[in-house]
């Protein structure tokens, strides 16, 4: 079983950076995809990144040059570098994982970033 907790939301003005965090558990590098999507009030849930079985990331195109994901194997935890922020990436951001091409089936609870102009 995976599980999931993300840390490090916050608030910040734009223009400014935060660290999200995701601790996984029961995650297995060579056969599960993990990545970062997020929700705001009001919208769908959409993708920022994903790392595939490869190491390999894809981003959205609103993130790409301003988000960055990295992994520490040592401690199981995938990490979003967000730089250059805009209110517009204000949402709650979840960490997710899933057996690549079957989905993401595991969900963290989720941690708030908020954007102010």
């Known amino acids: 079983q995976v599980q999931l907790v993300e840390s490090g939301g916050g608030s910040v003005q734009a223009g400014g950076s935060l660290r999200l965090s995701c601790v996984a558990s029961?995650?297995?590098?060579?056969?599960?995809?993990i990545g970062w999507f997020r929700q705001a009030p009001g919208k769908e849930r959409e993708e920022v990144v994903e790392i595939d079985s490869d190491g390999m990331a894809s981003y959205a195109i609103s993130v790409k040059g301003r988000f960055s994901i990295s992994q520490d194997y040592v401690k199981s935890t995938l990490y979003l570098q967000m730089d250059s922020l805009k209110p517009e990436d204000t949402a709650m951001y979840y960490c997710?994982?899933?057996?690549?091409?079957?989905?993401?089936?595991?969900w963290g609870q989720g941690t708030q970033v908020t954007v102010s102009s």
């Open positions: 029961g995650y297995s590098y060579s056969r599960h995809c």
């Open positions: 997710a994982a899933g057996v690549c091409g079957l989905g993401f089936g595991y």
